[in-house]
C-alpha cells in the first residue's frame, strides 16, 4: 500500500518560510515512497470561527472540502509557524473549524507529523509544543519525531534547498517515520478510496 501524505503549512503568506519548509518536506515524502498532497490554506479560507456564525450558517463550505482532502489521506505533515510563542491564527482556526464537524471524525486517528520554520533561535518548537497538544486532544497520533529550522531566513539557498545537508537528511528521517506510521495505522482505519 501507497501512504498517502497530505503537506501544509499554516501560512498564507506567499513567501512564507514555512512553505518553502513544506516544500521540500512534500518532496521527502514523495522520496520515501509515499503520496504528497501538497495544499496551500490559503486555498481554503474560512471565517474565523465564532460560534453564533456557526449557528446560523453552520461549518463553511471550505472546511467540509479540507475534511474530504483530510479523510482521504493516511497522514498529515504540519508546517506551522510560531506567532507569539504560540501556534499561528491560521492553524488554529482551521483546525477549530475541522472539530466543529460533527457528522465524521475528521482528524482522530490519523498519524501526524509536525516542522517548523522560524528567523529565530529556536525553529519555531514553542508553536509546536502547543500544537501537539491540540492535535492530542484531537485524538491525533502525533510522532515525537519533529523537525525544527532555526534562522531559517538564512537556511534556504537561490533554487529553495536547504543549505545545510544534515537538515535535510534530518527532515528525510521525519518523514519516513511519518510514512511508516500511517501505514501501520491504515491498516485499521478505513480511508477512502483504499
Not at 515524502?29 to 460560534?51: C, H, K, N, R, T
Not at 471550505?62 to 505533515?77: D, F, M, N, Q, V
Amino acid at each position: 500500500m501507497t501512504a498517502r501524505i497530505l503537506v501544509f503549512a499554516g501560512s498564507a503568506r506567499r513567501e512564507s518560510l514555512n512553505k518553502k519548509l513544506a516544500r521540500l518536506a512534500a518532496g521527502a515524502v514523495q522520496d520515501a515512497g509515499a503520496q504528497a498532497s501538497l495544499i496551500d490554506l490559503a486555498d481554503f479560507p474560512m471565517p474565523l470561527y465564532e460560534g453564533d456564525l456557526e449557528a446560523a450558517q453552520g461549518v463553511p463550505a471550505k472546511t467540509w472540502e479540507l475534511a474530504e482532502l483530510i479523510r482521504s489521506h493516511h497522514g498529515l505533515l504540519i508546517v506551522s509557524p510560531e506567532n507569539n510563542a504560540s501556534v499561528s491564527a491560521l492553524t488554529k482556526n482551521t483546525i477549530d473549524w475541522l472539530s466543529r464537524i460533527k457528522d465524521v471524525d475528521v482528524l482522530g486517528g490519523k498519524v501526524a507529523a509536525l516542522m517548523a520554520a522560524s528567523p529565530g533561535a529556536l525553529g519555531g518548537v514553542r508553536g509546536l509544543y502547543h500544537l501537539r497538544a491540540i492535535l492530542n486532544t484531537l485524538n491525533v497520533l502525533v510522532l515525537a519525531e519533529q523537525f525544527l529550522l532555526p534562522r531559517a531566513n538564512q537556511a534556504f539557498d537561490g533554487e529553495g534547498r536547504l543549505v545545510d545537508a544534515k537538515q535535510t537528511a534530518q527532515i528525510a528521517n521525519v518523514v519516513r517515520r511519518l510514512v511508516e506510521m500511517a501505514v501501520a495505522s491504515s491498516i485499521d482505519i478505513r480511508c477512502d478510496g483504499t
